[in-house]
């Protein structure tokens, strides 16, 4: 079993960066997919990235060239920075997790997920 806590959101102007992190427990870190997800509010829950155990990576289109998904195996931590940041960024993000070679852009694919972390872009 893996928990998982995001931190790093906030308030940031258009075209400003913030970078998230992800702190995850237990041993197995590593042995997981990854991904990143945001919900808007009255929106669905959408994928942005994620990241396989074997270093590949995968981005929804919105956030590709602005946003990139990287690990630290020994901090148990997963990233996002998020440059060129939008208004339309604004949501909460969230992390989960996959059993290796499982993760995918959908929402049911991931086992694990953390709380949760506030990204508001003002224009």
């Known amino acids: 079993q893996v928990q998982l806590a995001e931190a790093g959101g906030g308030l940031v102007q258009a075209g400003g960066s913030l970078r998230l992190s992800c702190a995850a427990s237990?041993?197995?870190?590593?042995?997981?997919?990854m991904g990143w997800f945001r919900q808007a509010p009255g929106k669905e829950r959408e994928f942005v990235a994620l990241?396989?155990?074997?270093?590949?990576?995968y981005y929804a289109d919105s956030v590709k060239g602005r946003f990139t998904i990287s690990r630290d195996n020994n901090k148990n931590t997963l990233y996002l920075q998020m440059d060129s940041l939008r208004p339309e960024d604004t949501a909460v993000y969230y992390c989960?997790?996959?059993?290796?070679?499982?993760?995918?852009?959908?929402?049911?694919?991931?086992?694990?997920w953390g709380q949760g972390t506030q990204v508001t872009v003002s224009s």
């Open positions: 237990g041993r197995t870190f590593s042995t997981y997919d």
């Open positions: 990241l396989r155990r074997g270093g590949s990576t």
């Open positions: 989960a997790a996959a059993r290796p070679g499982a993760a995918g852009i959908y929402s049911a694919a991931y086992d694990y």
